[in-house]
Every structure is written in structure tokens, then in C-alpha cells.
């Protein structure tokens, strides 16, 4: 059904949307997109900027994509809430970067994973003070 590979991400991602900014957890990524967990998502059609490291054994350079928000998922039990965002602005180093992180991804599934394994926990995205 999906387009692309998922697996479950479990890192940090700085999220920037309009002038409010924060730092929230990938739940999920795939080459095609990211889902992201926070406690009020954003609204459908949304323009996001993000900012992450691939965990690894080799430190790697940090990524910055552009994304739209796609959709948002109400929090339920075992599952974070948070919002799906496909990615349609990332350099090819970066998406090859994500390609080669999927493909040597556990094999841990979606079903498998659990809020507790986010890195960065369920923020809600405040203003940037700067």
C-alpha cells in the first residue's frame, strides 16, 4: 500500500513551522517521508522544515528537508500522536544517506516498537524565543 519502506526511527528531529520551532521525535521514516510525534500536531498542508541525525556507527551529517504535513494521528494506547509528513524538498546526498539507513535498519517492526523506544519523548511545538 505504501510507497515506500518504513522503519521506525526512534531520534530526535528539530521541526520548524512558520516562526515556532522545537525539538520532537521520528517515530517512523522512510526515504519518502517522516512521522513525527508531538502533542498537538499541525494542521494538514502545513509547510515544515526539519533537521536530524541518522543514528550510526559513523557519525553523519545532519539533514534538512522540506516537508508538508499529510496527515495527523490522534494519540491511542501504545501509539504516539503526532503528524505524517512527506518530504518534497531534500538533496540527493541526504536521501541516499536515508536509503542506506532503512536498509541496514533492525528488523524491528512498527508493531514492535513503543513510545518508550522514542529518544526525544511527545512535545508540543512552542514559539521560538530567539
Not at 516562526?19 to 519518502?32: C, K, L, N, R, Y
Not at 557519525?59 to 522540506?66: L, T, V, Y
Amino acid at each position: 500500500r505504501r510507497q515506500w519502506k518504513r522503519v521506525p526511527a526512534g531520534f530526535d528531529v528539530v521541526i520548524r513551522i512558520g516562526e515556532q520551532s522545537g525539538v520532537a521525535a521520528a517515530f517512523d521514516i522512510s526515504t519518502g517521508g517522516i512521522f513525527v510525534a508531538v502533542a498537538v500536531p499541525p494542521r494538514i498542508g502545513e509547510r515544515i522544515y526539519l533537521t536530524f541525525i541518522l543514528p550510526g556507527d559513523e557519525p553523519s551529517a545532519a539533514i534538512k528537508a522540506i516537508g508538508e504535513v499529510v496527515r495527523t494521528v490522534a494519540a491511542r494506547p501504545g501509539q504516539p500522536g503526532g503528524f505524517g509528513v512527506s518530504i518534497v524538498a531534500l538533496p540527493m546526498d541526504s536521501r541516499k544517506a536515508i536509503a542506506a539507513y532503512i536498509e541496514h535498519a533492525s528488523t524491528l517492526t512498527l508493531d514492535d516498537a513503543s513510545v518508550d523506544d522514542l529518544a526525544g519523548g511527545i512535545i508540543q511545538v512552542e514559539p521560538d524565543t530567539k
